[in-house]
């Protein structure tokens, strides 16, 4: 009865839509060479179609194949633009790229053309409607195709999957997320930009693009995708610019996750015929060779891609596919068992956070308990959705949907948040864009603010609605760590030029180290981030110079946090000074606390160092009180720290314990903050 009303359909609106024009040649008697070269031009697509087809319905990568049929049927439609299957044909290769909107048209003008043409239209219809933003004209589309499909395969999961989409986005669409999501087109091209990846502080990012580049191209004129970087200047994001080194290469090279630190990336890129991981790392100005990781994690019967540095250096997270099992890429980890060693141990599945469909990228945020996960499963609104799984007692969450408009019909994918959560950056290739893959910058609002009543709006206000409970209900603390950022750059004290330094921090309270790194060996910078609540003391060393020691609280409950320092280095020269900022005593005593001892050990260790040095131990102190017994304690604060130098084995004859008072202040003494830094012990080099 269908088909009877469709011949019907068709003979009204042919004068309207046209006819369905075959590849036979009673319809082009007069062009026999051309009907041979699109027919043949048709087999040759037919060939790749078919490949990309399968592998479609096994859930795995399809490659060039939609690509390289679509050059073969785009002949055939240049000789006839008005046949039915191969429109439709030509909408799956759309339907299947990196700009997917443009399959639009074509599965219109088959429907239009023959709507039986091929029993996946209505599939395709749907799919059609659905990234137009028509869910319920969608789900009639796939509600037909479900009613005539009769094959005993496993492609109805692909049609559930679509129904729950076309039914999550109305959902999602009528509750947005409050953001708001804008294309950046400095770092956007018609081609296909991907993977951003950026800094901690937000200042600088990674991305992977197959923009025109100094290769040459392939069969298909398309170029292989090279790793970028960009800097965010006060007019926005620079134009990108490849990495300087020997990071990219021939081949596709896609950045996955750029450290905390910025100072090492991990990539995928095709390796001996399958897509391995790798890691590069950065030395001064260059990126190095990547290095392909442990066999554990970039296997040798797998594809694997999308890895992830979690927050303490010590696992990787990554995708992987199963040629064995149709549900696309899965989501592992795979953990050291020592860092110095790099061991890691087989990798584990986390079936809580897979799918059925391809899941990954992946993305740990810098806070250890957030994982943003692109999936083409789970409760999406079409193509790959960003979703959100959250660290409970240890165990990963089943990943929540991030809502529109940071998702949509189309692909979705890739996230890199900053250290404080407010903007995020990801790979779309939503309506609307300049081609393909484009990068979204996704700017937080935050909570919304509930107005403040008056006393009398409130009274009317309880009057429409009454007030049930007069109890007043205990706020709710909603757990989030809190994150600060701390950065700067290492320098020279005279010259001003960058100094390649290793920095510790340590936990005062504990005296623990917490962190050890080394500065860029040709700019000075650095970048990490540390929790709130703690006392930090920093102590920075560069060979030739003087240690550089400073301290800092980050209050309970601090959120959104810079620290940004430019560290000056003075070198071992008769006459430097260094303030050792990491000494305390307690109060009105010479008694030293025990969170000295870090400081006090590094100290040490200058001396045993640098045995020909010989210092001035200085204690100083704020004007409050009598000049006579500030200058009683400050002698007294200098000589125990001579003492217990001299307790570690320092000859006495290297040091002199000398107390000025507050008479060598080195900053006003009106303010607290001014008062705290002429609180301090010194020390200044007599001999070398």
């Known amino acids: 009865m269908r088909k009877l009303l469709t011949l019907v359909v068709i003979g009204l609106t042919t004068h309207l839509f046209g006819q369905n024009v075959d590849f036979k040649s009673a319809n082009f008697k007069d062009d026999k060479e051309g009907l041979k070269n699109a027919t043949t031009a048709i087999d040759k697509g037919d060939e790749f179609y078919k490949v990309g087809v399968a592998s479609v319905f096994a859930v795995q990568d399809f490659g060039t194949n939609f690509k390289s049929a679509l050059v073969q049927f785009e002949i055939a439609q240049k000789f006839n633009s008005n046949n039915a299957l191969l429109n439709y044909k030509i909408g799956v290769c759309h339907a299947n790229s990196t700009n997917p909107v443009t399959c639009i048209e074509y599965f219109k003008k088959a429907y239009k053309l023959d709507p039986d043409c091929d029993p996946f239209l209505d599939y395709y219809m749907g799919y059609a409607t659905q990234l137009e933003g028509k869910y319920d004209e969608a789900n009639k589309f796939y509600s037909t195709f479900e009613s005539e499909y009769k094959k005993a395969d496993d492609f109805m999961k692909f049609v559930n999957l679509r129904r729950k989409q076309c039914v999550t986005a109305k959902k999602f669409e009528a509750s947005a997320v409050r953001c ?24 600088e990012m990674i991305l992977s693009s197959n923009r025109p580049n100094s290769h040459e191209p392939n069969a298909l004129g398309i170029y292989d995708y090279d790793i970028y970087s960009s800097s965010l200047l006060d007019n926005g994001w ?64 797998n594809n694997e891609k999308y890895a992830s540095y979690n927050e303490d250096g010590w696992k990787i997270y990554f995708s992987r596919d199963n040629s064995l099992r149709e549900t696309g890429s899965e989501v592992m980890f795979s953990g050291m068992q020592n860092k110095m060693k790099q061991d890691f141990m087989i990798a584990t599945m986390l079936t809580g956070v897979n799918s059925k469909f391809n899941d990954g990228p992946i993305y740990i945020h810098i806070d250890g308990e957030s994982m943003y996960i692109a999936s083409e499963g789970h409760e999406g609104m079409g193509g790959y959705d960003i979703f959100l799984s959250k660290k409970v007692q240890g165990q990963w969450t089943t990943p929540v949907n991030l809502g529109y408009p940071i998702n949509t019909p189309y692909d979705d994918f890739f996230f890199a948040s900053t250290a404080n959560g407010k903007f995020a950056y990801i790979s779309s290739n939503r309506a609307g864009g300049k081609g393909g893959y484009d990068i979204y910058k996704v700017t937080f609002w935050g909570p919304e603010k509930k107005p403040i009543l008056e006393t009398e709006d409130y009274l009317l206000a ?83 110079y003087l240690f ?111 107390g000025y008072g507050s008479s060598q202040p080195i900053a006003s003494n009106n303010s607290e903050d001014g008062k705290q830094q002429n609180r301090r012990t010194e020390f200044e080099i007599k001999g070398n």
């Not at 490849?242 to 630190?261: A, E, F, H, M, R």
Request: hydrophobic residues 35%; proline residues 4%.
């Open 180 to 203: 708001w999501v804008d294309n950046v087109p400095s770092l956007s091209t018609e081609q296909d930009d991907i993977a951003p990846s950026i800094s901690t502080d937000g200042s």
């Open 238 to 301: 620079s134009t990108p610019t490849k990495l300087v080194g020997p990071i990219n290469s021939n081949n596709d090279d896609i950045s996955n996750c750029l450290s905390y630190d910025g100072t090492k990336m991990l990539l995928h890129r095709e390796s001996g015929g399958q897509t391995d991981i790798f890691e590069s790392k950065l030395k001064g100005l260059e990126w190095s060779d990547p290095q392909r990781l442990s066999i554990f994690i970039s296997s040798d019967k």
């Open 462 to 544: 309880s009057i429409v609605m009454p007030v049930k409970d007069h109890n007043i209900e205990k706020s709710v603390e909603v757990k989030k760590k809190s994150l600060t950022v701390f950065k700067g750059v290492t320098i020279d004290a005279i010259s001003r030029k960058p100094v390649e330094a290793q920095i510790e921090i340590t936990d005062n309270a504990t005296g623990k180290v917490i962190e050890t790194f080394t500065t860029n060996s040709a700019t000075g910078k650095f970048i990490i981030t540390l929790n709130s609540g703690k006392n930090y003391g920093i102590a920075v060393k560069a060979t030739g």
């Open 548 to 658: 550089h020691s400073e301290n800092f609280d980050i209050p309970t409950g601090a959120d959104d946090n810079l620290v940004n320092k430019v560290i000056e280095l003075k070198n071992i020269a008769i006459g430097s000074k260094i303030a050792l900022r990491n000494i305390f005593f307690d109060v009105n005593k010479a008694t030293l606390r025990p969170e000295s001892n870090a400081e006090m050990e590094r100290l040490v260790q200058l001396m045993k160092d640098v045995p020909r040095l010989k210092i001035e131990i200085s204690g100083h102190t704020d004007n409050t009180g009598s000049a006579t017994l500030n200058e009683t304690l400050s002698q007294q604060r200098a000589e125990a720290v001579v003492a217990y130098l001299v307790s570690k084995g320092i000859a006495a004859n290297r040091m002199i314990a000398k």
